[in-house]
């Protein structure tokens, strides 16, 4: 059984630093095909998610909702 999807709503208080992680699993991810954010990100989750989908090649969908 593989991940494939995931959806983080805006109750999920991931904040920054959890962003930070999912951007360093991201960099190293071969099975997620989407990923679903309703949540504030910060600035440097932001840099981070946008180098880690540099390097990801499998994502196929993103959606970012409600992200300041």
Not at 29 to 38: F, M, R
């Amino acid at each position: 059984l593989m991940l494939t999807e995931v959806r983080l709503r805006w109750n999920s208080q991931v904040g920054e630093k959890g962003m930070l992680a999912l951007a360093a699993m991201l960099e190293k991810n071969s099975t997620l095909l989407k990923l679903t954010i309703c949540n504030k990100v910060g600035v440097d989750g932001a840099k981070a998610l946008a180098a880690a989908l540099e390097k990801n090649n499998t994502l196929s969908s993103l959606s970012l909702t409600k992200s300041n």
